[in-house]
Nanobody, 127 residues
């Protein structure tokens, strides 16, 4: 049974940075594409960024491109989300997700394509 545990969220001010971590267990991490999603209060969960199983490829939502950076360490079974120049609109619960990837470059962006989810970590950005 695969498990994902996120950490690193918190309360920060606009312009600050945060680094989220997601530790995986119970599955072969380097066979899985990983994604970060977020859900703001009253809104649907949305794709933020994804990374291929090798870490070679990534795909960002346009609103986060240039501010957020995804990376993974397949030796530590961990995926990271570095978030810089945070804005109040970034306030949300951030979720890590995983899916068994059929190819080395595949990065799904649809919520329903991921089958392992973490419990989420809260990020609050004050103005």
């Amino acid at each position: 049974q695969g498990q994902l545990v996120e950490s690193g969220g918190g309360l920060v001010q606009a312009g600050d940075s945060l680094r989220l971590s997601c530790v995986a267990s119970g599955f072969t991490f380097n066979n899985y594409a990983m994604g970060w999603f977020r859900q703001a209060p009253g809104k649907e969960r949305e794709f933020v960024v994804g990374i291929s199983r090798s870490g070679t490829f990534s795909h960002y939502d346009d609103s986060e491109r240039g501010r957020f950076t995804i990376s993974r360490d397949n030796y530590k079974n961990t995926v990271y989300l570095q978030m810089d120049t945070l804005k109040p609109d970034d306030t949300a619960v951030y979720y890590c997700a995983a899916v068994d990837a059929p190819s080395y470059f595949w990065i799904p962006r649809v919520l329903g394509e991921y089958d392992i989810w973490g419990q989420g970590t809260h990020v609050t950005v004050s103005s």
